[in-house]
């Protein structure tokens, strides 16, 4: 059912819906993360993307350093936006 909401509906508003979802699941998780920062972070994983983009792979998770804290984000490659952002695990 997903695969069909996902090719009958618009890139850009895929991806709008990804980066509130990210911005609410963040939110619930404690993360400091707003939208200025979702859309640069997303910039900056798409000019590296020939480094990290293994065929046949649609999503990665990348370690990220907020000023405050450490957390993880889900990066969709084929919508090529941020779709969830927890906080990293604690280690020890």
Same mark, same amino acid.
Do not use: K, S
């Given at each position: 059912?997903?695969?069909?909401?996902?090719?009958?509906?618009?890139?850009?508003?895929?991806?709008?819906?990804?980066?509130?979802?990210?911005?609410?699941?963040?939110?619930e998780r404690?993360?400091? +993360?707003?939208?200025?920062?979702?859309?640069?972070?997303?910039?900056?994983?798409? #000019? &590296? @993307?020939?480094?990290?983009? %293994?065929?046949?792979?649609?999503?990665?998770?990348?370690? +990220?350093?907020?000023?405050?804290?450490?957390?993880?984000?889900?990066?969709?490659? #084929? &919508? @090529?936006?941020?779709?969830? %952002?927890?906080?990293?695990?604690?280690?020890?």
């Amino acid at each position: 059912m997903m695969d069909a909401i996902a090719t009958t509906t618009p890139p850009e508003v895929m991806r709008l819906r990804c980066q509130t979802h990210a911005l609410m699941r963040a939110e619930e998780r404690g993360v400091d +993360i707003d939208v200025g920062a979702v859309v640069r972070l997303e910039a900056a994983i798409e #000019r &590296l @993307r020939a480094a990290w983009e %293994v065929p046949g792979v649609d999503r990665y998770w990348f370690p +990220i350093r907020l000023p405050r804290q450490r957390c993880r984000v889900l990066y969709d490659a #084929r &919508l @090529r936006c941020i779709v969830t %952002v927890v906080p990293a695990p604690r280690l020890g």
